[in-house]
């Protein structure tokens, strides 16, 4: 595995300005790439320049939308490592997707051993500003050439990394969620339990409502019902109520978070207990109604921790935790950022540091 | 609109035999492009040589499926002319799909005149024989490159042209079908109104498994209850039971499908209703049971009428009309590729010649 082809870049990109940095506008020199065919299996794994794809226009992903792709990032550490946050279950993750879709899986080992080396390489555009970091995007897609609606016979998988500025340039603040209850983004039996595109393609129409109104994100609710909590924008989320915190359970249409696992663990390393069930949207608004809703908060690789200050649900608005942060919140945020930073014990063994 | 920027191929392709074309498989010398960007909407029409595209790595399209297609043909016709078959319904639901997926809307008249000058330059490339067509491809995808879940702020439209054979090279004959109550296309609220790459990405699982099992086709029941039928693969279906002709309503998770129309309005124009209504698999089954099942079959662009011989739901099979083509799917496929190729009167308009 030490032998992963590597084509250098001839001339190497000037690096953007450390704050002006976005989400995923930027990205590095290099790229991981990896061809599958029905023969090759996946076959000649390599770095090589970043630069465009070239695809005939009957490739598959162009129409019937065989493609997975995985969210994950690279931290400089306090003592100058850098480190991978969980990669497994990414790439566990990913399988899953593929599965779902249909796409051949893949040998975690081989691509995290060229994930590994591509950050290497990349190590410079790691940005070291507090909570920056060089967020990684594996993604796979149907390339063959065909109009027929099954599964392909070739697949491209690539990663792409790009440097990412603060979630929370002015620190972490809640943001407000407008329930949605005519579109629906996933549904038991769909693929919602998938990292696949259409899963988001579905969704931005919401989002975009929401948006135009004022909202930062939808929260959306099941398919079937339209009653119970599923997932806000692209984040599992929790509640505490009563002084039990709470998160949907994972029903078939909920992306299984890393961060949502690793809030969990956390929660219970601590001894404080995390119950995974249905929530209606309506027992949550009857809590906030009796004052018991104490926090809430969505949780993703993007944001780490997101609170909730504000939640809209047809006519009625709540305010929680009085719009602020709450402190299971903060606490979550500041554990796992230190976590991923260095600055804290791995009591979990999260870090999968690149020496 | 007469000024299409036209850039030739330098040297043409050979054609493919006519006897071996399948679906999809071949591309013609041309393909049809138009471009969007926020400042300059859709704009720079153009017919070019078919080849590849070239994307940025994180091209939205790659990531969050904002896609949508649409799917129709360019026919002989008997009197040596060559006509689209209600090419003005395509354009309308592309239009629909796009609203759905938040894609900026494309001029329905500038567009099909493209598409008449591209089948125009390519027809030479419209097959023959019998019941064969040259299948027309329009397609738009997120072109702007950046990782962010929102509508794009660029996109690309293209029109790939394939010359198709006949669906039933031995003459038309039933398929069978395999109800699936695991897997789900489509929801209400969902995208399944709307031709998006997602919505088949989601269906080939089940269709890999039935095929598997030796059924050709997976019939999909609704979302929320798996109870209700939609769909036929990707066509729209229709049953006959006790003299009636049945198909499912429009709800919003069923694609309204252009050879559903066009059955509708000509058993109407021949003075035979149709009702559109829900239809429980248990009602298919029962009437099957009963002996009252007279009739199935599937609608869609690709093979215009599908018989469906035999079907297979939980541990029950049921055979349909003997697992003979049925009186009236002989009659609606006889009608309507007769008015495809010009050798039936075209009393209700729906042929666009192009001269
Ligand atoms: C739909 C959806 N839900 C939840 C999450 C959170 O998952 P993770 O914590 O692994 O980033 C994501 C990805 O970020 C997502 O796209
Ligand atoms: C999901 C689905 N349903 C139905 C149809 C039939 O539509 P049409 O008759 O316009 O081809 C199609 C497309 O062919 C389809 O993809």
Known sequence: MNNIKVVKAEQLKSK????????GKYFTDHMLV???????????????????????????V??????????????????????????????????ASCERISIPQVDPEVLLEGIVQLVNLEREWIPEG?????YIRPFIIATEACLGVRAAKEYKL????????????????????????????AVRGGTGMAKTSGNYASGIKAQEAAKQDG???????????????????????FFKIGGEIITPALTGSILAGITRDSVIALLASWGIPV????????????????????????TGTAAVISPIGTMKWENEQISIAGGQTGEWSKKLYDSITGIQ?????DHLGWRHTIS
Do not use: C
């Open 16 to 23: 953007p300005d450390a704050n002006s940095l976005g989400f």
């Open 34 to 60: 990896m061809d599958y065919s029905a023969d090759q299996q996946w076959h000649d794994l390599r770095i090589v320049p970043y630069g465009p794809i070239s695809l005939d226009p009957s490739a598959m």
């Open 62 to 95: 162009f129409h019937y939308g065989q493609e997975v792709f995985e969210g994950m990032k690279a931290y400089k550490t306090a003592d100058g490592n850098i480190s991978l946050f969980r990669p497994d279950m990414n790439l566990k993750r990913l399988n």
């Open 130 to 134: 507090e909570e920056s970091s060089l």
């Open 158 to 185: 690539l990663v792409i990394l790009s440097p990412v500025g603060s979630y929370y340039p002015e620190g972490i603040h809640p943001v407000s969620i407008y329930v949605e209850d005519q579109y629906v983004r």
């Open 215 to 237: 909202y930062s994100q939808v929260l959306w609710l099941d398919g079937v019902e339209k009653k119970y909590i599923e997932e806000v924008g692209s984040m599992n989320v």
């Open 275 to 298: 119950v995974e069930r249905q929530i209606s949207v309506e027992e949550l608004f009857e809590a906030a109604r009796q004052g018991v809703l104490e926090e809430a908060f969505g």
């Open 341 to 345: 930073k260095g600055e804290r014990d």
